[in-house]
């Protein structure tokens, strides 16, 4: 690839995410006119004053700012960690929940919903744990004479994942069907409505990590991809390599799980998306999957929150709008060489 | 120094009462083709696992470059031996070149990518085998023996001083057979490179003496070496029959002028020398 490609496809991972954060600014259920976002925007930054209606700040700064922000970490986080496994586990078909991830953390919020009767800032944390157990346990069972052998691992994942569904279920039997049971319910469905900069603040240290660590280790995913055998040759040490991957992949995912709920879809199809357009290199393939990620969840929750007056969830939407566009692009790219 | 030297190298997997091999000892030093012959399951391809640092728990001395290979990081090791395996399974499309700017991974930083001068390297290693014309293309839609070219080109660009092979021309057709030894003959005799290779024809130890290059060869039989030397010390037909089982017959064929070639022809599946078909 040429610099000035490089150049080129770069501001563009940087630009797009942000146009579609902006965009989301001045649409929803009170669209707000253009200059009137601005000026908000310009008045909070402490660049000029203007005098608005607290209303608008309200809406544009405490609402829909740090809901996209969230959304676009969120997306950004799950479609990269669910490239970086597809990587590592040398197969197209996993996504960011394969070692447990997501089904830990949902047991977790089932459980912090149930203990404490409507979800409190315990469900994060509660979240975020489970989320984290989960991998260790798919990771120690995976762990076989000091190696951790690919398949091994996803048997361990597969595991882990059917063992904390079915707690999902039990917390979903025993929970208080009026006030306990919808909450479950919609927070596994996923939904950023309740975003605010704190959570952004905290959630952000985890998912910040992880994206962090997968940029950096990025190359080396590709020399992942061939293979224990072959990359321990190439002079790879895989305890430490694979090690890193899966800790920035889980701290990404866990991180955006935790204020999201379980999303679904994005892990597993906005890298495929990007292998079409730029190719399997995950040089380019992980920050591409970073920013198609962050666009694609910030495009879904705009469209959940103008077609439906109530809060559609995050999971049913990425789903119908996702499937049928990724028919549309296998088609037409004829799947990029698969 | 000897760049490989095996004293009375043993392995047994672990909980396995008998030994895969034992008893094996061999050096090589800069320069040489070494080749290792016997029948499938005879153990070859662990004894190159033990080698190449995959296989930790045998007894005896294994040493690369005079370091015990267990005591060797993967990052050390990718330094002395490179490893084109013997099949290689494609899961994502990447191109030609990006596969063969792997070999470059143990010269670059965990959390960098290969540089400029790491892909001219790659290049360079590409044009080696012959295949520059295909460096854009994925290497999922290459053919068999282009692949294995592609792997050798990565092995290449490794710039170890070892290249161990696994069946380099299983799967492939005559012609792509023989650029692939063509190659080889190049890298030993231009390169001055060594290479380990496990392989199942005896011709192509023929072959690599024939063009002139220093040849051993180790016939691995019940879990040691039968015998070693030179091809046309070792390979006759009654250790062919020992080895395989086989009847075969040496002959020599005239190549060019005043240049003969022994080739070993499998004449039928034997299990005794007695018959009638042995003159």
Redesign the interface.
């Known amino acids: 690839m040429t610099t000035r490609k490089k150049v080129i496809l770069y501001t563009l991972f940087i630009i797009a995410p942000l146009l579609f954060i902006f965009a989301s600014l001045f649409l929803g259920r009170y669209p707000l006119p253009l200059p009137l976002v601005i000026q908000v925007l310009v008045s909070k930054l402490g660049i000029a004053a203007y005098n608005l209606p607290d209303t608008y700040e309200a809406l544009v700064w405490q609402i829909r700012l740090p809901r996209a922000l969230l959304g676009a970490l969120v997306g950004g986080c799950l479609a990269v960690s669910g490239a970086a496994f597809q ?1 590592l586990f ?3 078909l996993v996504s960011s929940g394969i070692l447990g991830v997501s089904s830990g953390a949902g047991f977790g919020a089932a459980l912090a919903i149930i203990l404490f009767h409507s979800v409190t800032p315990a469900t994060y944390i509660f979240a975020f744990a489970f989320g984290m157990v989960a991998v260790l346990l798919s990771y120690l069972i995976g762990r076989v ?1 000091n190696t951790t052998p690919t398949v091994m691992l996803v048997l361990g994942g597969v595991i882990v994942s059917s063992v904390f569904s079915a707690l999902i279920s039990f917390a979903k039997y025993v929970a208080d069907p009026y006030r306990e049971l919808p909450a479950i319910v919609f927070w596994l469905m996923g939904s950023l409505a309740n975003a605010s900069y704190h959570d952004i603040a905290i959630a952000g240290i985890p998912m910040g990590i992880g994206i962090a660590g997968l940029m ?5 995913i ?2 992942l ?3 224990d ?10 305890a ?2 694979k090690g ?1 991957v899966i800790i920035c992949a889980t701290l990404a995912t866990a991180g955006a799980v935790c204020v999201s709920g379980v999303i679904g879809w994005v892990g597993l199809v906005i890298p495929h998306i990007c ?1 079409m357009l730029v ?3 995950n ?1 380019v393939l992980i920050p591409a999957s970073l920013s198609l990620g962050a666009c694609f969840l910030v495009l879904i929750d705009n469209i959940g929150r103008i077609i439906t007056g109530s809060e559609m969830p995050l999971g049913i939407l990425t789903a119908l709008v996702g499937g049928p566009f990724f028919v549309w692009l296998l088609k037409r790219t004829r799947a ?3 | 120094m000897n760049l490989l030297e095996l004293d009375h190298a043993e392995f047994a997997y ?1 909980h396995q009462p008998y030994p895969v091999f034992r008893n094996i000892s061999f050096s090589m030093g800069p320069g040489e083709i070494f080749c290792l012959l016997g029948p499938n399951g005879c153990g070859k391809t662990t004894l190159l696992d033990c080698i ?3 296989h930790h728990t045998w007894q005896g001395k294994v040493l690369v470059a005079g370091h015990d290979s267990r005591q060797l ?3 050390q ?3 002395y ?3 084109v ?1 013997q099949s ?2 494609k ?5 030609v070149l ?1 596969i063969v700017k ?2 470059r ?2 010269y ?1 930083g ?5 540089r400029e001068e790491d892909e001219a390297i790659a290049r360079e290693a590409l044009d080696a085998v012959g295949l520059m014309r295909l460096a854009d293309r ?1 290497y ?2 290459i053919s068999g023996g282009e692949g294995q070219l592609v792997m050798i080109a ?1 092995a290449l660009a ?1 710039k170890t001083p070892v290249i ?1 092979m696994d069946e380099p021309t299983a799967h492939l057709d005559f012609k792509h057979e023989m650029v692939v030894l063509e190659t080889m003959v190049r890298m030993v005799r231009d390169n001055g490179l060594s290479i380990l290779m496990a392989t199942h024809f005896p011709n192509h130890a023929f072959y690599f003496e024939n063009k002139g290059l220093k040849v051993s060869v180790a016939l691995m039989h019940e879990k040691e070496f039968l015998e070693t030397g030179s091809p046309s010390q070792v390979l006759n037909e009654a250790n062919i029959n020992t080895l395989y089982g086989i009847e075969a017959r040496l002959i020599t064929c005239r190549i060019d002028e005043g240049n003969l070639i022994r080739q070993l022809v499998p004449i039928g599946a034997r299990a005794s020398v007695q018959g009638g078909i042995r003159r």
């Open positions: 990587g040398r197969n197209p004479y950096l280790i990025r190359w080396r590709n020399v991809s061939m293979g055998r072959e990359a321990h040759t190439l002079g790879v040490n895989l430490v390599d890193l292998r190719g399997n290199d040089r990029g060489g698969w | 672990e190449l640092g995959i990081r993967a990052g090791m990718a330094r031996l490179a490893y395996p290689h399974e899961t994502f499309p990447y191109t990006d792997m070999g991974t143990v670059t965990r959390f960098s990518a290969p994925p999922t839609q990565r490794q161990v």
